[in-house]
Each structure stands twice: as C-alpha cells, then as structure tokens.
C-alpha cells in the first residue's frame, strides 16, 4: 500500500465518520418531527444548517484536487491534499452543534430502515473504490470513492428525506398491518373509549380519568406523551387486555385532520375538551384553525355520547354549544356548572378543595398543585361521574391521583433543604403562567425559575415570552434563562418588570442551568424547570452567551 493510498483511506474513513454522526443528527430531528421532511428543512433552515456551502465546498475542493493529484499528480501532493482535507473535516466537526439529547434518537424499526438507506450511498462509494483500487492497482478509484463521500457529507439531509420517500411506501404497508391488528383487538375487547385533547392539560387531565376511572372497572390509558395515530395504535396492540372495560386516548394534534383520524380509530363515546389556546400557531396559522381541528373531537361523537367541556373556556364553550350532543360542563371559576370546585387552597404539598357534582359535595385533596390541575381533577369527576360513579368513589380516585413525570411535579431534597418543581414539559403561555401561581404560593425563602421560554407560538412568540418575562420578574428571585438567543423577549420581560440585571444569568444549554444551581442554591429555595425544550432547539456552540 503506498502511502497516498493511505491517505486516501484515512480521508475516506474520517469523511465515512463525519457523514454518519450527521445523518444520524439529521434523523434525530427528523423523527422529533415525526418524520415530516419539509420540517427538517425548517429547522436546518432557522438554525443556520442550510448556509454550510463554504466548508463544504472547500472539503469538496481539497476532495477534488486529491483525486485529480492521484490521477495525474506526484504521491506526495497526493497524499497532502488528503492530510489537509482530514484537517478540514475535523476543523468542521468541531463546529458542528452540541450532541447532547434532551429527548434521545429512537432506534426504532423505521429509524434502522432509514438510517442505513441514508448510509448506503457513502457505503457503496467506499466498497467500490477500495475493490477497484485493490484490482486495477490504482489510487483513482478510491480517491473517487472518498471525493463521493464528501460530497454525501454536504448533502446529508437531502439524502435522508430522499431515502424517506423511497421508503414511504415500505412504512405505509407496515402502518396498515399494526392499524388492521389494533382495529381487530379493540373489536374484541370493546371497552369504553373516552377521547381527552385541548391546547394543554391533556396529559395530566389523562391521567386524573384512568385513576378516577380505575375506581369502576379496569381502565387503560394511552401512555405517556402517546398521543399519534400510530402512539394510539401500538398503545393497542401492545397494551389493551380483555379485562379493559375503559380506554382513555389523549389525542393530540399537529394539523387539521388529526383529531378526526385517531376518532375514526377508536370511536369515542364520551370527549373531553381541557381548552384552547395559542399552541401550535406555527403550523396552523391562527387560534381559529386550532379551535376546528380540536372541535373534530366533539364533531366525531356518536348519538347517545357525550361531551365533557371546560366552561370556563369560551372556546371550548363555544364548541360545545355548535354540537349535537349532550355536554356536561365543569370549572374553577363559576359555581353554577353541573361540576365545579370551592375552597381551593395549598398545604402540606397537596391542593385540597371541595368537589361539588350536581349539587352535592365532598372535600378531596390531591398530590398535583395549583388551581390549574383542579380545573384537571374537575374533568375526571365529569367523566366518573357520567360513567355512573357516586361521589365518594369519584373522591377516592382524585386522592390516587400523583402528578405525571415532568408536569408540576413537586422533588423535594430534604437534606439540601431544596424543593425542585419539574415542569419540563409544560410549554404553553397559559400553563407558564399557572407554574408560576404555584411557585409564588409554595412557601420558601427564594424563589428560582429555570426556563429556555415558549415556542411555535408563530407571530405571537417574542411578545408571549416578554410577557412570561414580566410575569416571572413579579415572582421570583432569580431567574436562570438557557439559550442566550431565544431567551432574549424573556430577558426583555424580566427587566421590564423590574428584575435586577444580577439577578439574571444566561446559560447556553441545560447542563450549563445545573452548574449554576449546584453553587448558588442554598436552604429554603423553590427551584421551578419550566419547559425543557427538544433538540430542535439546541443553540450553536457559538452562540454568544451574556455576561
């Protein structure tokens, strides 16, 4: 082997290294946006990932001049063309964003497919070039090989969405064989569906029916942040028993026709409207689009369901009333609905508050906080109570109730003498908001807030977070904000509402957040993590960071 030979390996082998860390990156996106290429090429876009031409080009020209040197070219240019690219495609890598996962790359069946089809064109430019090499005794074939592979480099996203749509129909018939079983399953089994969506709030209102419910008969609940067509369908196929006689399905949404799918899946008989807000702005363009898309949910249920509605939401009032179907009403704010709540109050880490269903009442408490979550509870004792539960079966459930992971949900460290509230994945303005009536109103001696703000909120984003910023500036003692970018409408809120400037600290990412936690929190402080957002997000390396 001759040593431009070499060279030619190793620029090939370091090439190979760089394309895969960044197609398996480029995958990691691609799936947190469920697999929608024009989604990819948003975020590549607003992070700045679509203007790599310069490096790219000069890896590509060092690639080119390489191959030509090993066609016609003494083997010591050669092999320093080679070097020299090495030296580009490590200097570039270093520039790369952070590889740290908030929610981590799932290697599912689908991410394999797509991850080797993304590879096999580098892959099958490598193999030849080096047997080619290897037969004819000629450093071109591979130098070819390696000038492919850093071109593949520059082209990592198109390749990917390309191999996405190739591979559409391959997903297409796999999708329809999960669906045809979970449609089967729920046949035989035939519990009763009750259908949860809304701005915010499903998660945790999920979670306060299956419990509620669980009282009556065997109850399963979509898992998690299960909330897809295909989340509900593996959900199904892989979890509802014959002794289910209830499935509570959080149905989320991301474009108009959603809701109406998972409904046309799993025929909801009763529907809970939690309440509509700006969330998802960016993709569906106004609060009156998001209001029809969840209004899809009151607009599926059959004759004889009915509708579970947040009267103290006008929106989802106002749905309720365009529909044909019987509606029971429930809220914190007015005392006339059918279900509703009195004497809210916070103590000893549980919300007590009294339950008062048709009339009659009950005092209950339960381990999620704030007069938000009661508005959460209020819906499950709709449910229960629409199911034929009596009051103090609904009561025992609502004592069961434990707040999901990462939705309010109270840490205690005893020994630091420290309460962290994890919020991370609230993400909403009005959900903020509640967070921060829940930290104002927990005993402590400071009050912290962690946040890297609110998003897809479109047009409407920088004046929600200011806003966020002046709202946390009346309550809180110190405020840590990560993403010296995004956070800027925050730092804007915050100073606005009279937040001193040393009280404010910038971090670029979560990690650099804790650092600062570990050495400035003392006895008595109240930590809040307000949203935790995905990878998406992540802020360059080089993104200035203030003082």
Known sequence: MTVAVAGALVAAAVAGWRYALRSRRMLHLLQLEHYENARLFVWLRRRGELRDGPRTAVAVGLALIAAILAAAGPAVAELAAWL???AALVLAGRREPAQGEVKPLVFTARARRLYAAALAPAAVAALLGAILTAALDSDVPLAGGALAIVACLGLAAPLLTTANAALAPVQRRINRRFETAARARLAAVGPTVVGITGSYGKTTTKGCIG?????????LITPASFNSYLGV???????LEPAHRGLVVEMGMYRAGDIAELCELVHPTIGVLTAIGPVHLERLGSIEAIMDAKAELARALPAGGYLVANGDDPRCVEIAAGVDVDTIAYGIERPD???SARAIALADGRTHFELVVGGHAVAVSSGLLGRHNVSNLLAAAAVGHLRGMDLRA???GIERVEPPEHRLQPIPNPRAGIVVIDDAYNANPAGAAAALEVLESHPAQRRILVTPGMVELGEQEAELNEAFGRQAAAVCDRVILVGPQRTRPIERGLRA???????????????GATAVLARTTRAGDVVLFENDLPDLYTEAVGAPVAA
């Open 394 to 396: 609904i009561a025992r």
């Open 233 to 239: 369908i593996r959900t199904i196929n892989e979890h």
């Open 211 to 219: 419990t509620v419910l669980s009282e009556l008969e065997p109850t």
């Open 497 to 511: 509402g009279g937040m001193a400037p040393e009280a404010i600290e910038v971090v670029r990412d979560i990690a």
């Open 84 to 86: 020299a690219l090495v």
């Open 337 to 339: 609905l059918p279900v």
